[in-house]
């Protein structure tokens, strides 16, 4: 029988979270606002078959604050793959977010599609940056995934999000990016972190898109930094096995 239920993937993106559970970002207690984020998978027909952390899981840098997002997450038993943001360590990422329900892979193969994951971050900078060696790994696992329908996970987005000031923090080498995306049709979809807002672009066949944070949101549009009042949020995807998908944001209430 042919495969024609969809892959669930859901994507939580810049918790900020805290050693201290209670402490606040811009006034946003960030541990609860995650767990009323994750509340709104209850409200899904469907379970999801993967989790998506696309970056700034931690505000501070501590072990503690990596312990906390296991304490939050380990319950849902959901199947969770991380890429650090600008304000993560990473290496703490991978002693802590190493066991079920978090996995250190960065290719997924589920559901005829591909899902890679590459670490856009360079340590002290803010913005990002692909290295010669992350790209050439991206070009290597798209040569050997042709057959299958692919999507990539970054933290910084190649592309410009009509914000003055975000878009000087993003991905400092989106052509590098773009001329080995080009080359390999069967990269459908492109997902982001970083923004802190619900944001669209098509790049030729090629549909981008970052997603509300989890806390903290930006203001669209804005030349300088503003925070936003829209509620937090994630995105949620139907992946089908032919390629097609389905994507939506979901608010808290």
Known sequence: MIQTLPLHVAQITDLHLFSDRNKRLMGIDTA??????????????????LLLLTGD???????ESY????????????PSYWI???????????????????????????????????DSTVTGWVSGQLSPSSLDWLEWQLERSRDRPTLIGLHHPPFAVNS??????????????????????????VLCGHVHQNFCHQQKYLRCFTTPSTCVQFKPGSAEFAVDSA???????????????????MRVS
């Not at 609860?32 to 078959?49: E, G, I, T, W």
Request: hydrophobic share 40%.
């Open 57 to 63: 899981l931690s505000q501070d840098e501590t072990p």
């Open 84 to 118: 650090p943001g600008n304000h993560d360590d990473p290496s703490l990422m991978e002693q802590i977010l190493k066991t079920p329900p978090f996995f250190t892979d960065k290719v997924v193969e589920a559901g005829n599609w591909s899902l890679i994951l590459l």
């Open 32 to 49: 609860a606002s995650l767990q009323k984020v994750l509340s709104c998978l209850r409200q899904l027909r469907h379970p999801q078959d």
């Open 164 to 189: 003055e000031w975000i878009d000087s923090i993003a991905l400092q080498n989106p052509d590098d990016f773009f001329a080995i995306v080009k080359g390999h049709p069967q990269v459908k979809l």
């Open 231 to 249: 509620q937090p949020g994630l995105r949620l995807f139907n992946l089908y096995p032919d390629g097609t998908w389905e994507t939506k944001v």
């Open 67 to 78: 312990e906390l997002l296991v304490d939050l997450l380990s319950p849902w038993d959901i």
